[in-house]
């Protein structure tokens, strides 16, 4: 059995397979793709069996990294991070399973542009965001230096193997994912510009090649090599330019930014920022012009909003991109102060939302 959940993705027609591009892409080495096999998993047409415990495929475009949760004694233990390739499969929890609910959370990688995506649910549990961790779940996470967030309930029915899927809107199987996943990567790396939609047509083969030769990497150069390089430099992709704003609390942020476009101001929204995470809000070299932040901190005592804002710009309960200041209730807005950040340095600037930047809940 699969549980699933979805968020929207970039789609589009396609071409060319991506195993049948990189089958040829280079005489006599080809830039092979070692996906699983065809083999059915609980229920899953197109999943790879499970090899024993518990499997999560990725049938995303993005790097996610998943934390699991299983009860065990008196309470719920949660281990993290398996991290998952676009199109790959990982053991999670190893077995004999015991049947029964588990829970499950995942991420996308930082590296990955406009936020991360997560895949939750409304169980809380705690979570180390920096690194591998396994605890048994305290009632305050805060007191043991770990962050609390919102898993999914899974029922697991068989005590040898089962298999859970990640997914986006976009209904991709493990092998158009993994070249989704490639095509986002090589975008978020800057030698990109074509669609992502799991089919290699010539401009992912051309920038497929570019990459290779600029980075000195083998023709042979394996898939899961190629995903690890193109994450490594699209992170660092991200460092370079633009406005990057990071979440140095211990809860999730949702933020917003504002600024001169054209003659006159627009303000964009929203990106959810997990403790310890951070998003590019801006990708090109930012303009010798004012920039401004909002966010809002979600905590169990209610809603904690920046202090020290009183730059008045327009924000959407849904995400917004929207031109110009004024009116906005006229236009079934709200709005709300904004803080002015830093001049930017080289084209680029780095906003941090710390503890003491946020004034007290309001329920």
Not at 53 to 73: D, H, M
Not at 87 to 93: K, R, Y
Not at 159 to 182: N, P, R
Not at 207 to 235: C, G, K, P, W, Y
């Amino acid at each position: 059995m699969r549980f699933s959940w979805s968020f929207s993705p970039n789609t589009g027609p396609g071409r060319l397979s991506f195993r049948r591009f990189v089958s040829g892409l280079f005489a006599g080495a080809a830039l092979a793709v070692a996906l699983p096999g065809a083999a059915v998993g609980q229920g899953d047409s197109g999943l790879p069996a499970s090899p024993g415990g518990w499997q999560l495929c990725n049938q995303t475009s993005y790097v996610v990294e998943a934390a699991t949760g299983r009860f065990e004694g008196q309470g719920v233990t949660v281990e993290g991070w398996t991290r998952l390739r676009p199109g790959a499969c990982e053991v999670a929890l190893e077995g004999p399973l015991e049947p029964g609910v588990h829970y499950l959370f995942g991420r996308s990688s930082s590296a990955h542009r406009g936020g991360r995506k997560v895949w939750g649910g409304d169980n809380a549990y705690c979570v180390d965001t920096t690194g591998s961790f396994s605890v048994e779940s305290p009632s305050q996470c805060a007191s043991m230096g770990l962050s609390s967030r919102k898993f999914r309930p899974v029922l697991i029915e068989e005590a040898d193997a089962w298999t859970t899927s990640f997914k986006e809107l976009e209904d991709y199987d493990l092998e158009t994912a993994a070249a989704a996943g490639v095509q986002r990567l090589l975008n978020e790396a800057d030698v990109y510009e074509g669609r992502i939609d799991g089919y290699i047509g010539r401009n992912t083969r051309g920038a497929i090649r570019t990459f290779l030769n600029e980075n000195e990497l083998s023709a042979e150069t394996s898939d899961a090599e190629l995903v690890d390089v193109l994450e490594q430099i699209a992170r660092e992709k991200g460092r370079e330019v633009g406005l990057t704003l990071c979440n140095r609390t211990h809860e999730r942020i949702w933020a917003a930014i504002a600024r001169r476009k054209g003659e006159g101001w627009e303000s964009r929204g929203w990106w959810q920022l997990e403790s310890g995470g951070c998003a590019r809000a801006i990708d090109d070299a930012l303009l010798n012009a004012p920039h401004f932040v909002f966010a809002e901190m979600e905590t169990e005592d209610g809603t904690r909003r920046l202090k020290g804002a009183s730059d008045l710009f327009c924000v959407s309960r849904g995400r917004f991109a929207i031109a110009g200041r004024e009116d906005c209730e006229a236009s079934a807005y709200r709005t709300v102060s904004f803080k002015g950040t830093a001049p930017a340095a080289d084209g680029k600037l780095t906003y941090e939302f710390f503890e003491r930047d946020f004034g007290e809940a309001a329920g």
